[in-house]
């Protein structure tokens, strides 16, 4: 296994439009999270996943914002009528246990 | 809510130590982690503490004090490799997720 992996790894889209992420996790961890990263800032919690279900979304998370992982293995982030403050490092990190997650590389998205 | 702070930037010398300290102000806790994240790269998890106490694992060691919402990581020997930034982030009552500081960027001079 090669760790958590994310596509794509940068996106660079127009204000207005929508985008998708997709993360596919370590393949036996259950539990998955999505954060979102800008410059000189930690990442910040966005939402988490155990399996399949949603167990808790940030107040950063707007209505524009939605997340799925259906039978509880990849998942996506969806941004729709993105903005140019949505412009950041979306970060995919997954675990099996209250020990650390592992993150993956992380998804740039830049928009115009 | 979490409030976590540790110091912006520091630097060392090549083959010294440094020491990072993260404070925290936090509703629960359940563990404090620490990440090294360099340039344009995802965060690597690095260590764990969830007692009082001293954890070591080769060069870097992990402190924690509960009662004083204090931690710190310790880096010997540095390398040049060891430019990075480093984050602090702390868990909450349940066993999810994780709040993080702004990180320390650590720079490494010969």
């Known amino acids: 296994d090669t760790g958590v992996s994310q596509n794509p790894r940068h996106k660079i889209t127009k204000r207005g439009q929508n985008v998708t992420f997709r993360c596919d996790p370590i393949s036996e961890h259950n539990r998955l999270y999505w954060y979102r990263q800008t410059l000189g800032q930690g990442p910040e919690f966005l939402t988490y996943f155990q399996n399949e279900a949603q167990l808790e979304k940030s107040r950063l998370l707007s209505d524009r914002f939605s997340a799925e992982r259906p039978k509880g293995s990849f998942s996506t982030l969806e941004i729709q009528r993105t903005e140019q403050g949505d412009s950041a490092m979306y970060l995919c990190?997954?675990?099996?246990?209250?020990?650390?997650?592992?993150f993956g590389p992380g998804t740039r998205l830049l928009v115009l | 809510g979490q409030n976590i702070d540790q110091p912006t930037e520091m630097t060392a010398t090549e083959g010294a130590i440094v020491q990072i300290n993260c404070t925290y102000q936090?509703?629960?806790?359940?563990?404090l982690f620490w990440y090294q994240q360099h340039a344009g790269e995802a965060p690597t998890f690095l260590s764990y503490?969830?007692?009082?106490g001293l954890e070591e694992k080769g060069r870097f060691s992990s402190f924690l004090s509960r009662s004083k919402g204090y931690s710190y990581l310790l880096l010997k020997e540095l390398q040049m490799k060891d430019s990075a930034s480093y984050l602090c982030a702390v868990r909450d009552s349940g066993d999810y997720k994780l709040s993080f500081g702004a990180g320390t960027t650590v720079t490494v001079r010969a």
């Open positions: 936090t509703s629960g806790f359940n563990g």
């Open positions: 503490n969830v007692l009082d």
């Open positions: 990190a997954s675990s099996s246990s209250p020990f650390g997650a592992y």
